[in-house]
């Protein structure tokens, strides 16, 4: 349904692209400029409606679910009762008239995954990652009439999801991580073949996006000393005045946010490297020291990581006898959602409502995570890739580029003003129908969890079987889970939780001795 | 409408001689023993070749050479995949491996479960990669045998590697 309305968009947008050629032609703040000047729409007409007026008054803002996010909900929802199954079925049956993409394929493999569904997650995984080689094999001509008229679409219009989605580069790594965690579940060594590939990504991805925030930050220096110059015309209101609107509106996650480096620090690609060649080295003894150059590589992406430096510290002695090793990988609560902020800017030609993507943080009850054989704990997880944080630092890292957005929203509603304006009734109800699809783009892997956490340790053969119990801040059992684990043989266990849930998934027989 | 067909023409011309360009213009070959391809990553026809072509190295060595009429017992062990590809047939390249030691009859092949051998060889593929700003990629296969005795000693080491590029974006 939603790839139907997304056909329909881009049929409209190919339309207005004729049109767009002159708007997108001249300098977007010419036309701002311009359009201005033409008082057309007054603040009185708007009432009701407090805005920002050089920061004496505190800006109105509203923070919604809206367009995919939206959709998604129903889904979520049925995650945070514990219905996998339920929500992997209504996930398929939403997909099942689409035509394959990054976001439903993505969605889809991590439903699977926790519905304990290992060979359906890989196909959806596999699918995903196939769906970008093949974007990535577009030719320049191809790509960049697509992108231009979707993109051109997008501006006019606002509808902000038209545009193909190839997920943003965290989202990308994590696609790869997720895989070769359903490998290592199926028993499966592809799991360090598909690792390997992560954290080649993310090497990529973090240099291309160094190169776009670079060009981005020059575009708005320059864009920034055009609308200083209409300023001092006192045409227009200070541009630094309305990015620094936008940038207030994210400062509440900036703490979280700069608490990682840059959102190229997920160490789970070394991790599962560590992992695989561990497990290699109850085989080939030799082999330990690539696993402890694995573990080293993740722990300079997270120094913090108490399990990481643990797997560093044992690795580089012999594996313990008559023992078997587990290692334990749990994906915690919810990434923060994409979400709606919505504002109004005052501007010499009116108000202009402002809609952009903002993530916000999805609580969770559960605070510590102890594994269990019985009384006695075998080891408390620890994190290894804060996946929240790594979210909000991308956003952070990305305001150079909501700049730009806005810019073209502002010229965007300014220049709609006036025309509806000239229509009288039938333009507002022209506006109405238009504002009625003007998001932007809200598209997200909302299933993500908000952190990826670990334990590893040796067990004795005897024991067959583990729990998993998860508390809340103060101590207070929220939930336990109990796992059967493979009779002496070295185990990986996966398990989703979700405040007083807990869904856990032991490996099938792994590939060593 | 001939007028309209003669503009065209030259058009839909330059637009079918470039995309065929535009495909060759992906493919690098980077020395004799490489292939085209549209892609940096191994085909069927690469594993079959790659094998053959080291355990040819490992069977005309001094070492193996000398063994002569002996026929000494000799396991292959499981083909180690280190490489970025989980879709590599490894299977295939061990087959091709057997069956070459098979076909030069020098030694007598083991099931890898035998407890009876002299020799066994360890073989590894893996690969690194580079990448352009444009879609160039570079991959370099390695495909590694070690022989060892019995007594886990280290007799021979063979390898060789296969360069794959991928040029940029096609244009068209």
């Given amino acids: ?513 | 409408m001939k007028k309209i067909l003669l503009l065209t023409l030259p058009f839909i011309l330059i637009g079918c001689s470039n995309s065929h360009l535009g495909g060759q213009s992906r493919v690098s070959i980077l020395d004799d023993s490489s292939r085209a391809h549209l892609q940096a990553e191994l085909t069927m026809s690469d594993y079959t070749a790659f094998a053959e072509k080291v355990t040819n190295k490992m069977l005309r060595s001094r070492l193996v050479q000398s063994w002569g009429r002996k026929r000494p017992k000799l396991i292959v062990g499981k083909l180690v995949n280190n490489t970025d590809n989980e879709s590599i047939r490894m299977q295939d390249i061990y087959d091709r491996i057997t069956e070459t030691i098979l076909s030069s009859g020098l030694v007598r092949l083991m099931d890898p479960s035998a407890t009876s051998f002299d020799y066994v060889v360890k073989t590894e593929l893996s690969s690194t990669r580079q990448y352009g700003n444009n879609g160039e990629e570079l991959a370099y296969y390695k495909l590694e045998f070690k022989l060892f005795k019995i007594d886990g000693e280290m007799v021979g080491q063979w390898s060789d590697v296969l360069p794959l590029g991928k040029a940029s974006r096609r244009f068209l």
Avoid: C
């Fill in chain 1, 1 to 513: 349904m939603y790839q139907n309305n997304k056909k329909y968009l881009l049929l409209v947008g190919y339309v207005l692209l004729l049109l767009s050629h002159t708007v997108l032609a001249n300098d977007m703040w010419n036309v701002l400029h311009s359009l201005a000047n033409t008082k057309t729409v007054h603040q009185s007409q708007a009432p009701g409606i407090r805005h920002y007026q050089g920061g004496q008054r505190p800006l109105t803002k509203t923070i919604v679910y809206a367009g995919y996010a939206k959709t998604f909900l129903p889904i979520k929802q049925l995650i945070t009762q514990g219905q996998w199954q339920q929500a992997y079925t209504l996930q398929k049956q939403k997909i099942a008239d689409d035509d394959v993409n990054f976001l439903d394929s993505v969605e889809t493999g991590l439903l699977a995954l926790d519905s304990h569904q290992l060979d359906d997650s890989l196909k959806y995984f596999t699918e995903a990652e196939q769906y970008l080689k093949l974007q990535a094999e577009k030719s320049v001509v191809e790509d960049g009439v697509v992108s231009f008229g979707s993109e051109a679409f997008s501006v006019i219009t606002g509808a902000g999801e038209v545009t193909d989605y190839n997920g943003e580069p965290f989202e990308r790594i994590l696609m790869l991580n997720y895989k070769s965690i359903a490998y290592l579940l199926n028993g499966e060594r592809k799991a360090y073949n598909v690792t390997r590939r992560a954290i080649d990504w993310q090497n990529i991805e973090h240099k291309e996006f160094e190169q776009t925030l670079e060009l981005a930050k020059k575009e708005i220096n320059q864009k920034q000393a055009e609308i200083n110059e209409h300023q001092n015309n006192k045409k227009l209101p200070d541009a630094n005045n309305i990015f620094q609107v936008i940038a207030d509106q994210y400062g509440r996650s900036k703490k979280i946010a700069l608490s990682v480096p840059s959102a190229y620090v997920n160490p789970f690609g070394f991790y599962m490297a560590g992992i695989v060649q561990e497990f290699d080295s109850f085989d080939e003894p030799a082999l330990r020291d690539n696993a402890r150059i694995s573990y080293k590589k993740a722990l300079k992406l997270n120094p913090k990581s108490k399990v990481i430096k643990q797997a560093l510290r044992e690795v580089k002695r012999r594996p313990r006898a008559k023992k078997r090793l587990v290692h334990v990988v749990i994906a915690d609560g919810f990434a923060p959602a994409k979400k709606l902020l919505q504002f109004v800017l005052p501007m010499p030609g009116g108000l202009v409502p402002v809609k952009l993507p903002i993530y916000e943080v999805v609580p969770s009850k559960i605070a510590h995570i102890k594994i269990k054989s019985g009384r006695r704990t075998l080891a408390t997880v620890s994190s290894v890739a804060n996946i929240e944080a790594i979210v909000l630092r991308h956003q952070l890292d990305s305001l150079p580029l909501q700049h730009f957005k806005v810019i073209a929203s502002i010229a965007r509603s300014t220049a709609e003003n006036m025309l509806w304006g000239q229509l009288g009734v039938i333009g507002q109800i022209g506006k109405s129908f238009r504002e009625s699809f003007a998001n932007p783009d809200l598209r997200g892997w909302m299933s993500l969890p908000k952190q990826l956490l670990a334990a590893r340790f040796y067990v004795s053969k005897r024991i067959r079987k583990i729990s998993i119990v998860s508390y809340d801040k103060r101590w207070r059992k929220l939930a336990t889970s109990i796992i059967e684990l493979p009779q002496n043989k070295h185990s990986f266990i996966y398990a989703r939780t979700i405040d007083d849930q807990i869904n856990a998934n032991v490996n099938k027989t792994l590939w060593v001795n």
